[in-house]
Structures are given as structure tokens and as C-alpha cells.
Nanobody, 113 residues
Framework: QVQLVESGGGLVLFGGSLRLSCTVS????????MAWYRQAPGKQRERVAT???????NNADSVKGRFTISRDNAKNTVYLQMNNLKPEDTAVYYC???????WGQGTQVTVSS
């Protein structure tokens, strides 16, 4: 069974940085796309970034130039580097495996102004 475990969330000041990690078990990690989503209070869950098995990435317009998704296949881990954070980035961030339709448990990111 595929399992996704996120870490790295927390409280950060406006303009600060955080790096989220998501470690995947129970699947062949290197040949599957992975994604990060987020859900703010009272809002729908939205896609933040996707990384494909060949390393290509696709970011949502709201985070372009600030967030970077990457992967380390040797560690079965996908990362989300978040720079220049804004209060509107405050949300629970989820790792998602589209192939298995499995979600991580979520990690809270709070940006204080």
C-alpha cells in the first residue's frame, strides 16, 4: 500500500522560506509523477506544483518564481522549496500521488505578516 508522509511545515514570517518534504513508500517512486496541493481555511484544495518522472515541472501561476518542486529518487522523496512566502500562502499542504490517488496527511504552513 502506498503511503505518503509529509514534514517541514511551520510558522514563518512574511518573506521567509520553508522546505516541505514528502517521503513515499510502497511504490516504485522514480517512474511516477508527484504533486503538491494546498487548502486554505474555507477554500477548495488547489494544485501548487507537479513534477513528472523525467524531471519536468509545472507550477501554479500563484507560486511561479517563488516555489520550486524537486525530487530525489534515491530517497523516494519529493520536496517543495517555498521562498518569499506571503500570508496568502497560509494553508495545509498535501503531497499527492496521482497514480495511486493517495494523499499525505498534510502539514500546516502559516505565514505571519
Amino acid at each position: 500500500q502506498v503511503q505518503l508522509v509529509e514534514s517541514g511545515g511551520g510558522l514563518v514570517l512574511f518573506g521567509g522560506s520553508l522546505r516541505l518534504s514528502c517521503t513515499v513508500s510502497g511504490s516504485i517512486f522514480s517512474n511516477r509523477p508527484m504533486a503538491w496541493y494546498r487548502q486554505a481555511p474555507g477554500k477548495q484544495r488547489e494544485r501548487v506544483a507537479t513534477i513528472f518522472s523525467d524531471g519536468r515541472t509545472n507550477n501554479a501561476d500563484s507560486v511561479k518564481g517563488r516555489f520550486t518542486i524537486s525530487r530525489d529518487n534515491a530517497k523516494n522523496t519529493v520536496y517543495l522549496q517555498m521562498n518569499n512566502l506571503k500570508p496568502e500562502d497560509t494553508a495545509v499542504y498535501y503531497c499527492y500521488d496521482p497514480n495511486s490517488n493517495r494523499w499525505g496527511q498534510g502539514t500546516q504552513v502559516t505565514v505571519s505578516s
